[in-house]
């Protein structure tokens, strides 16, 4: 089986969210999607499946299948669009979450995903702990969102994540603040995956937009997600959906021997 990995939100390799991805001619076992994602070892590997004029999409982390993905999808969009369907510029994917759709512009491909609301919580003491910070303030989606002081602090926090799996709330653990070159700049932490630091997380920024666009009353955004590789998201609030557009750079093209 033909296997690619893909750098996401990245103007070249090294940079932005690596993610495998599969098309294939027909599902293979969940068990087996599974095991793949695992050895693979990525924070995701997209399978995709072609439907008639559109694909049916999943993602696998190492520690199970999530609902949502942006920077896989932009991967696999990438590579329908590159590799299998090159007279194309817009794929449509159905998944877990919805109709999603990829269109490329240019050298860039914008992700239409579905707005996610927030709701505000209280800060406890087992937050404060694990982060190893006192946030601002604190909001609930799948995942947990900690508004931060300053861009310095995202860069700068250093949390515990055997804490952070413990924490009731949320799936993944995202901090936050208003950027000093970029709108707002963000950090993603999946230890419940088995994916400690995310490098580059679309499916976030599907509760960050909205969450910003209010804060700083814009629309339109540019947004950077600080962690070591890096990755920039040209984000756009459009009532119930949100706007997404990265770069993408092809790392590998390999055979699965399963």
Request: proline fraction near 4%; aromatic fraction near 10%; include cysteine.
């Amino acid at each position: 089986m033909k296997y690619f990995v893909v750098d996401a939100f990245a103007e070249k390799v090294f940079e932005g969210n690596p993610a495998g991805v599969c098309i294939m001619n027909d599902w293979i076992s969940d068990e087996l999607m599974q095991k793949i994602a695992i050895e693979n070892n990525l924070s995701e590997t997209a399978f995709a499946v072609k439907e008639e004029d559109s694909y049916r999409l999943r993602w696998f982390t190492p520690g199970g299948e999530i609902n949502l993905c942006g920077h896989a999808t932009l991967a696999s969009a990438f590579i329908i669009l590159n590799y299998y369907e090159k007279q194309l510029d817009t794929v449509t994917f159905h998944t877990i979450s919805g109709e999603l759709t990829v269109s490329k512009h240019d050298e860039l491909y914008e992700l239409d995903f579905p707005s996610i609301p927030s709701e505000e919580i209280s800060i406890t003491n087992q937050m404060i702990s694990a982060l190893g910070i006192v946030p601002k303030e604190a909001y609930v989606n799948r995942d947990l969102v900690f508004i931060l002081e300053s861009e310095e602090e995202v860069r700068n926090v250093s949390p515990d994540f055997a804490q952070l799996e413990t924490l009731p709330e949320g799936l993944g653990v995202c901090v936050t603040a208003k950027g000093n070159e970029f709108d707002f700049v963000s950090r993603a932490f999946f230890p419940k995956l088995k994916v400690n630091e995310d490098p580059v997380t679309g499916s976030l920024h599907c509760s960050l937009i909205p969450l910003w666009a209010n804060r700083l009353g814009k629309k339109e955004m540019v947004a950077r997600q600080l962690s070591s590789r890096g990755g920039t998201l040209y984000c756009k609030l459009e009532d119930t959906r949100v706007k997404m557009a990265g770069g993408a750079v092809l790392y590998s093209i390999a055979e699965l021997n399963i």
